[in-house]
């Protein structure tokens, strides 16, 4: 195995599979060896060489990834070897059950996004009854239509919305009048409050508050990946999870700011800590992006009277949530597809 990535010359470890720096398949070059052989050999129907050589690209390819699956797919579809019975046929119910079954599960692991959206759901829909926010979503999604298509922009212009309509939940929450939000094509969107805000404390929860909804949205994109087998889906979560992301950034007015307004020194050093090592971990550029932000604010002298430990345990679990939504939804698009 080499030693170091051949498209970034990242070092790699003993028996990686996947560069850790940009996510290239390590074994990329094997892999389409072994991909063109399979096909090969199929097309003459010599079914035992093409299973051996599925098998043997299971073996450099890393589990669960989309590459893996549609390799493991074509490998139990082939003819089952001589004297070996088929197996049963699943009758189509049973894969309805086991989406059905997934997302409960995750349903379930979230299951206070869950109740939120079932007690919460109609005040989604407020929004999109303000012409000015119709009008300019419609603005956004048809500049993302042309640049990628009528799919991903109708998702990238949902996820935004979602996020914007968490902060005005928050508003709403602490009795603060506030617009509706008004989309910027490329730019994002924004909500504008129509009164004062007074506490630092209410100020940090309504930052924090639309990337918590943007996560939501961001794991309902992804679990409908997950089921329905679709990437777009999955391209979708990635970068509504990249663009939360951005939003904590601690300064420009971002909601990582306004979090900050309650954080002292320690508890700013110890998030710093926490994006370098979801920047190591995950090797999603933002986080470096971020951290620069954090590093600036940890020299800054506006720091609270109090610190807020519940801001400070949120702010943590949104970094490791996208850290781990973006690791699992951007494998595919990041590393080479081979036989897929």
Not at 148 to 153: C, Q, V
Not at 304 to 312: A, G, K, L, Q
Request: hydrophobic share 50%; with cysteine.
């Amino acid at each position: 195995m080499p030693e170091f990535c051949q498209d970034c010359g990242a070092p790699l470890a003993a028996g990686s599979l996947v560069c850790p720096a940009c996510q290239r398949l390590v074994h990329a070059k094997e892999l389409a060896e072994l991909a063109a052989r399979a096909t090969a050999t199929l097309a003459v129907g010599n079914i035992e060489a093409t299973r051996a050589t599925y098998l043997e690209m299971l073996q450099l390819l890393p589990p669960g990834s989309s590459q893996f699956q549609a390799i493991a797919a074509k490998l139990s579809n082939l003819p089952p070897p001589p004297g070996e019975p088929p197996p049963p046929e699943s009758p189509p119910w049973r894969k309805l059950v086991s989406s059905l079954g997934v997302f409960g599960a995750l349903a379930w692991k979230f299951k206070a996004f869950a109740l939120l959206l079932l007690t919460k759901g109609k005040f989604l829909f407020f929004g999109l009854t303000k012409i000015k926010t119709l009008l300019s979503m419609l603005a956004s999604m048809g500049v993302y239509w042309a640049l990628y298509g009528w799919r991903y922009a109708v998702g990238i212009v949902v996820s935004i919305y979602i996020h914007e309509m968490g902060h005005m939940w928050a508003f709403r929450r602490f009795g603060i009048p506030a617009t509706a939000p008004m989309f910027i094509p490329m730019f994002g969107a924004f909500i504008r409050a129509q009164a004062a805000i007074l506490k630092p404390s209410e100020e940090a929860r309504i930052g924090l508050a639309g990337p918590w909804w943007g996560l939501g949205a961001a794991l309902f994109f992804e679990i409908l990946s997950q089921i329905f087998e679709q990437r777009w889906l999955s391209a979708v979560a990635h970068t509504g999870a990249v663009i939360n992301l951005f939003n904590l950034l601690p300064v420009f007015g971002l909601d990582g700011s306004h979090a900050y307004t309650v954080l002292g020194r320690r508890q700013r050093g110890m998030l710093l800590a926490t994006m370098a090592l979801m920047w190591y971990l995950s090797g999603e550029t933002m986080f470096f992006l971020v951290g620069l932000g954090a590093t600036y604010k940890l020299f800054t002298k506006d720091l609270p009277e109090v610190d807020d430990e519940s801001i400070f345990r949120q702010f943590v679990a949104l970094l490791a949530a996208f850290g781990l939504l973006s690791m699992l939804s951007s494998h595919w698009d990041r590393a080479l597809i081979v036989g897929a």
